[in-house]
Structure formats: C-alpha cells, structure tokens
C-alpha cells in the first residue's frame, strides 16, 4: 500500500514538473510583456516584480499597421479554413463512396503533392497566380492556401467517409434524396469531431503562415499578421516587451479557436449507436 503511493506521489511530481516546464516559457513572456522598454531578456528574479499592465499591448495595436494586418489575417485565415474544409469533405465523399476509373491512383497523386518541400513549390506557384493576375490579391493567397489544405482535409476525412454505415443512406433514399442530401445531412453531421479537429490545425497553419503570403501580397495594406510580427524586430535594437506583446494579441484567436472546436476533438467510437442491429 505504502509502495502504491510513494509511485503516485512520484508520478505526480514528474508530471508537475513536466507541465510547470512547458508553461513557465509563456508566463514568461506574459510577463515581459508588462515591462517598458525591455531591449535585454530580462531575468526571471525581474519578471516576477512587474505590475501588469496594458501600455506595451497599445503600443503595438497602433504601430506598423499592426491592427490593420490583424484584421486582415482574420479575412484570409477564416475564408481559407472554411474552403478547405468543404471542399476536402467533398473531395473525401467522392472518394471514400464512388467508384470511377483510376481512383486510387488519383488518390496516391494526391498524397504525393503533400510530401514536396513548400518552398519548392514557391517558384511555380508564384509564376501561376501572377499570369492568372492575382498577385497581391487575398484571391491569389487563398487560392493557394485552399489548394493545400485540400489534401490534407481529403486524406484525413476520407478514412471516418468510410467508416461510417451505408445503411444510414438509406433514409434519405427512401425520401427521394439524393448524394448532396446524404453528404449534407449523414456525412458531416457524423464526422464532426474530426472537422472540428481539421479546423483547429487549418486555422493555426494558416493563421502562422508567413513565407506564401510575404511572397503573393505585395501591397503594404493587404499583408497579413506574421509579417507585422517580424517589422517588431528592428535593425539595431528589439523592445522584446512589444515583440511579446504582439505577439500574445496574435495567439488570441488560436487559443479561441481551440475552445471553440475542443470539444469536436476525434473520438473513437463517434458514430457508433447510429445503426441498429
């Protein structure tokens, strides 16, 4: 009995050590973000002593364009996680219920684009949307984002498409409905903790992207948040209080996004109860 405890204690204590390890970075630059003037990483014994406050958080949402970036990364952020979403369901459906000739091939084709280096693809992608005239257009930039996200949304979903019962069909069957009723009413509604999930890491890659869109959005007003990120690291001198000040403001939607969709998180067993035996 005494053994069991002292293991539980041990076990405890590892794991709150663990977790005290990853979240003390954070706090850390919660902190900071308190402090005027941070030009050095200030040291832990300094950090404890701040008052909070909201002076560097004003600062940077009236600097470099930095709420009119923000704003603009919630545009194409949201539009890109949404078109991917839909058309990977709709791409995941086709292939998961219907049979036509080669799919299988397609699909590995599919799979194959995912495994090529993004900045490979720059080059191309660039030429691409600049003959169909969409640089520094936010179509351009979701163009390329929705492109990408498709595959990933298509190899994810494609796998619980299949695992749900084709007996659910038939409800809608005898109704006179057709495959957009099934996909509409049986598809999604059954594989929701997986969108859910989908949107969780769609919105973070996307919400994070820097390289594709420091490249396609040319025009000052219409680049995104991790370019206005970066104009906080000067030349000569970074006031690390605004660098993390900007960039707590920038995980706010990310962290909303995961309370938003955390309880859609996959689960095993999601859809089972749905057919009768």
């Not at 977790?19 to 003037?37: E, H, N, Q, R």
């Not at 995941?92 to 219920?97: E, L």
């Not at 799979?111 to 660039?126: A, R, W």
């Not at 619980?160 to 109704?175: H, R």
Request: glycine share 8%; proline share 4%; aromatic share 16%.
């Amino acid at each position: 009995m005494q053994t069991k405890l002292i293991s539980k204690i041990v076990i405890y204590a590892v794991i709150i050590v663990g977790a005290l390890s990853f979240l003390f970075p954070f706090v850390y630059m919660v902190l900071t973000s308190f402090i005027k003037g941070a030009y050095s990483l200030p040291r832990p014994k300094e950090i404890f002593s701040v008052v909070p406050n909201l002076y560097n958080f004003q600062i940077v949402l009236g600097k470099n364009n930095f709420a009119t970036y923000f704003m603009n990364s919630v545009i194409v952020t949201s539009v890109s996680m949404v078109g991917s979403l839909f058309l990977g369901a709709l791409t995941a459906y086709g292939f998961a219920r219907f049979k036509f000739p080669g799919k299988e091939a397609l699909f590995r084709m599919f799979l194959l684009t995912t495994m090529i280096p993004g900045v490979i693809n720059i080059i191309p992608q660039f030429l691409i949307i600049k003959n169909l005239g969409l640089v520094s257009t936010f179509s351009g930039l979701w163009l390329l984002y929705i492109g990408g996200g498709v595959v990933g949304s298509t190899f994810f979903l494609r796998g619980f498409f299949e695992s749900i019962p084709k007996e659910l069909e038939e409800s809608v069957l005898m109704d006179g409905g057709g495959n957009w009723r099934i996909f509409w009413n049986i598809y999604l509604p059954q594989s929701l903790p997986a969108i859910g999930t989908l949107a969780i890491f769609s919105f973070q890659g996307t919400w994070e992207e820097y390289f594709t869109a420091l490249v396609i959005l040319k025009k000052e007003s219409l680049r995104t948040l991790p370019i206005a990120l970066q104009a906080f690291n000067d030349k000569y001198a970074t006031n690390y209080a605004q660098v993390f000040a900007a960039s707590i403001i920038a995980l706010l939607p990310v962290i909303l996004i995961y309370l938003i969709f955390q309880k859609r998180f996959v689960q095993s067993g999601f859809n089972e109860g749905g057919v009768k035996g």
